[in-house]
């Protein structure tokens, strides 16, 4: 079966045929660096490393681009409030700077230890300033934008297609909303380019045609995905609040400057709840990669544990859970390594399953169960071993690389160990009873085999 995949724009699973041959355009929104990314954004980005792996795994070469966003995501949805990066600034006592390059160096740390692919190209919203304000230029010239007292915003009623990827209710919203518009003259315009408040030294500012100031969050993914992957390319992710707001916003602007929706595909990975809420940077409480290693995790349990729901469904974290997905890793890793070496080619049957479960829009908890009905079945070691190398390439759990953990043995605990297995050989029970005791002080159990003993660790 060809790739499938579910297309946000039309609510439907649709045939993907790239629009070059062979080649597939991939934008991510990616995080906002004003702190840690949390395990939530991260399931964002995991489901997105589902889709670069599958796509490669069919043979197309991945072109994928994610922005960095360091200037212009407001801490409000609206467009008043204070930029989350200066804000970030005041919480840590460190400039706008310094902490855009700490969350973005931690973040792609938390990528590697997923083992999430990193994009071929990363871009960030403040190295791109210039094209952001030359964008704004174009929508200007096709007379989508107007002027307030603290900003250029984008006029959502002049686009008679405005919102349609979120299916937004635009009467409803403007019926709703008439009391508290400010300037604005639609509840759905946002801003293009904010202006510094005449009383404020911000840290991260430029000069526009309109006047000193800093980009909107939007206009960032429509400026740089214009330059890197140009007017129209195959697919845009992010996560699902995406749908109703930046996505939209997005579209509107390259619709409004080039005419084009942007992407011919636009995919979104569901939240991963906490208590049932969702887990928010902005909300304070939150778990990191790091905290799952700090308890004991191998962070590469979460990426399984994501492997094992669909990415269009919540997903409810809970700690019993993530014990569960480690349980079933470390399982399935002693079974892969007790293959012994893979042979030259993977199973064509096994493959083909493989494939189409992937194909049929990502679905990776089908895909997963598949490795436990190959290890049960009739063939030879060396094949399922190669097999599932094959099936790593898109399920990352690191078959290749992984071995048990040897423990080392001390040398006193061995000297013990080898006196018992002579007393004991010698009949000598009392003395073999006695050492025992003496490698359980020491923290050991010995198990005695037929011609010899494994030690382990309590
Ligand atoms: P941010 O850094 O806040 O801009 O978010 C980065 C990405 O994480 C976006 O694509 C969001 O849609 C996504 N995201 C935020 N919260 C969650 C969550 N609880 N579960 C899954 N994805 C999320
Ligand atoms: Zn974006």
């Excluded at 995991?46 to 212009?72: A, C, K, P, Q, S």
């Excluded at 937004?168 to 019926?175: N, R």
Aim: charged share 25%; glycine share 8%.
């Amino acid at each position: 079966m060809s790739l499938h995949l579910y297309d946000t724009w039309t609510r439907s699973v649709r045939e993907f045929t790239p629009l070059k041959p062979g080649e597939v355009g991939l934008y991510t929104c990616g995080p906002t660096v004003y702190n840690y990314a949390h395990i939530g954004n991260l399931r964002t980005y995991l489901f997105e490393d589902g889709l670069v792996r599958t796509l490669r795994l069919n043979g197309y070469r991945v072109n994928h681009v994610m922005n960095i966003t360091d200037v212009g995501h407001l801490v409000s949805d609206g467009d008043d409030g204070e930029d989350k990066m200066e804000a970030g600034s005041r919480r840590t006592g460190q400039t706008a700077w310094t902490i855009a390059a700490l969350y973005t160096d931690a973040f792609r740390a938390d990528l590697k230890s997923l083992n999430i692919t990193e994009p071929n190209i990363w871009c960030k919203a403040t190295d791109h300033i210039a094209e952001q304000i030359s964008f704004i230029q174009e929508i200007e010239k096709k007379g989508y934008v107007y002027r307030t007292s603290d900003g250029i915003y984008f006029d959502t009623s002049k686009q008679p297609s405005y919102g349609y990827l979120g299916r937004l209710d635009i009467a409803g919203l403007q019926a709703g909303a008439r009391v508290d518009l400010g300037e604005k003259k639609n509840p759905t315009d946002y801003a293009l380019w904010k202006f510094s408040a005449p009383e404020e030294k911000r840290q991260m500012e430029w000069d526009s045609p309109w006047g000193r100031g800093f980009p909107g969050w939007h206009i960032e993914c429509s400026a740089m995905a214009h330059k890197y992957l140009g007017d129209y390319f195959d697919i845009h992710c992010g996560g699902e609040d995406h749908i109703t707001v930046h996505h939209p916003n997005e579209i509107s602007q390259t619709e409004a400057a080039y005419g084009t929706r942007l992407a011919n595909f636009w995919m979104h990975g569901y939240f991963i709840l906490l208590n049932s809420s969702k887990m928010s940077k902005s909300t304070g409480e939150f778990l990191r990669v790091q905290v799952l290693i700090d308890k004991g995790y191998d962070p590469i349990a979460y990426r399984y544990l994501c492997l094992t729901a669909h990415y269009r469904s919540q997903l409810t974290f809970s700690w019993e859970a993530l014990d569960a997905a480690q349980t079933g890793l470390e399982r399935l890793r002693q079974s892969v390594f007790a293959l012994g070496p893979a042979g030259d080619v993977p199973d064509v049957d096994f493959m083909a399953r493989f494939i189409e479960k992937l194909n049929e829009d990502l679905n990776f908890p089908q895909a997963l169960a598949l490795t436990h009905e190959l290890l049960k079945a009739d063939l030879a070691p060396a094949i399922k071993k190669a097999t599932l190398l094959k099936f790593d390439e898109a399920l990352g759990l690191g078959f290749a690389t992984w071995v048990p953990l040897v423990v080392e043995v001390p040398a006193n605990v061995r000297a013990v160990a080898d006196a018992r297995w002579a007393a004991r050989n010698a009949k000598d029970w009392a003395e073999a009873d006695r050492l025992r005791g003496e490698l359980t002080a020491l923290g050991w159990t010995m198990k005695d085999g037929k011609d010899s003993y494994t030690l382990a660790k309590n």
